[in-house]
């Protein structure tokens, strides 16, 4: 995914000419530092790099507009006043539909005065009222003035960054789903509709055209036994069956090459339990592979699940996963036990190996539900997120929450793990009430504000941000 930005450095010409040039050079090396690129008039156009006029807009809109396709996001910078109507006419005039990040510059007690004060604390108010009279939307720093070489300042960035992958991500992902929702699963309902409509298309497959693909592989195939060994090197396999292990690399195979032919995002595939009983595996393994590859795969034809999981991994760049709202923990008030079969990607675990799914083989038989994993989620911070669609508002809407995964035991199975949340009761409540599904996708990570302002800001979701 690009790391390219659009850089528009304010300037006004009642202020000092160098306060623009030294502010952009800073702004840029800080960028350099966090690994984006800045897309951004030279030095040569404007007045050093600046935009403060309707020529110097139409300059940096026409440069935005040969880079449209590849700019996730703008950042608009004020080392003074700025031109409020400049900065403006770019962003309308190339067209973009991105995020914008407004910054000002701090002023210095003693640097105040007239070649040297900055007045961007005034400067950043006047552009963010034209941005709103344009019907531009845009993100605040944490503070409204702040030093670009600060800490605090990076971790701003990291935050907006995080943001346009989110919303890069989500405005056009393409997901594909095997197999039909589970009958006993109305929770994973959703409408494809409302997700078209907000530039989300689902596709889907039936599982005689998986099994279909994977009848045309022999057992001896070249393809068939690198993918065994893919597996074997993934997880520890030394409990599966050797006629099992050539199923799931023939599942893998087929899955994979649907993706690529299809182009998808992310995935959700029906595992409950035709598959088990029809062709005798869990597809936990093959859906852990590709979540560990930057592929989210959902279990139970949870299509809004996979891309919860998908806004996940845009905004922490890490692999996410499904699980179940599960259990209690004792009388703890804050702490829940979250659960599945196991397809978690393989960073999610502590230890891990693949085995059969205990709840499915209990009744279809041990034999047939190999494939499933069994082992705890790491221990560390955790962030929760669903996106659900609402029929009867014709909105999308969502919840997020921030966590820690704690290191207590407990004697189980599958995949499993404690997480601890403040509030929870108060969280489990707003899920009931509003009817959220018993999924949610995790991250190890702390995201939650990132996926709030996406959701909210930039995407026009009814989103609920779930604190203590």
Request: aromatic share 8%; glycine share 8%; proline share 3%.
């Amino acid at each position: 995914m690009s790391n390219k930005f659009g850089v528009i450095v304010g300037n006004r010409g009642f202020f000092a000419d160098e306060l623009a040039r030294s502010g952009r050079q800073e702004l840029l090396e800080v960028m350099n530092s966090l690994g984006l690129e800045a897309i951004t008039l030279s030095e040569n156009q404007g007045v050093s790099g600046s935009v403060q006029s309707r020529d110097d807009a139409k300059v940096c809109a026409q440069l935005f507009k040969e880079h449209k396709d590849e700019l996730v996001g703008v950042i608009v910078s004020l080392p003074n006043f700025g031109d409020e109507k400049a900065v403006a006419d770019v962003i309308r005039a190339s067209g973009l539909d991105v995020p914008v990040l407004v910054h000002a510059f701090p002023d210095k007690l003693e640097a105040l005065d007239y070649a040297h004060r900055r007045d961007s604390f005034c400067g950043k108010i006047s552009v963010c009222n034209s941005l709103k009279q344009y019907g531009i939307r845009f993100s605040l720093t944490s503070q409204h003035t702040m030093d670009p070489t600060s800490d605090a300042f990076k971790a701003d960035l990291a935050h907006f960054a995080g943001v346009c992958r989110v919303v890069h991500r989500l405005r056009s992902a393409r997901i594909g789903v095997i197999g039909p929702r589970p009958n006993d699963f109305n929770t994973v309902r959703f409408s494809e509709k409302l997700l078209e409509r907000q530039g989300i298309s689902v596709e889907s497959i039936g599982l005689i055209d998986i099994l279909n693909g994977i009848a045309a592989l022999a057992d001896s195939d070249t393809a068939v036994q690198a993918a065994r060994e893919r597996i074997a090197k993934y997880m520890d396999s030394s409990r599966i069956p050797d006629e099992v292990m050539t199923k799931l690399a023939k599942l893998l195979l087929v899955t994979e090459q649907w993706v690529k032919d299809n182009d998808y995002d992310a995935i959700a595939i029906q595992c409950w339990s035709s598959l088990q009983e029809t062709f005798g595996v869990n597809p936990c393994v093959i859906m852990s592979m590709l979540s560990q590859s930057d592929l989210p795969a959902a279990c139970e034809a949870d299509a809004a699940g996979a891309i919860s999981m998908l806004a996940l991994q845009a905004a922490s760049g890490r692999p996410s996963a499904l699980v179940d709202w599960n259990n209690n923990y004792a009388d703890d008030p804050n702490k829940v036990v979250l659960f599945h079969c196991g397809n978690y990607a393989k960073a999610f675990y502590e230890d891990a190996f693949i085995s059969y799914a205990d709840i499915l083989g209990s009744t279809l038989g041990n034999d047939k539900t190999y494939g499933a994993i069994a082992g705890r989620i790491k221990s560390g911070p955790i962030t929760f997120a669903r996106i659900s669609t609402d029929d009867f508002t014709g909105k999308i809407c969502a919840y997020v929450a921030d966590g820690q995964m704690t290191n207590d035991h407990l004697d189980t199975f599958g995949s499993w793990g404690v997480a601890n949340i403040s509030n929870l009761n108060g969280l489990m409540q707003h899920i009931c009430r509003q009817g959220f599904e018993h999924h949610v996708a995790i991250s190890l990570s702390q995201t939650a504000p990132i996926l709030e302002e996406a959701f909210n800001n930039y995407l026009d979701w009814s989103v609920y941000r779930h604190e203590a």
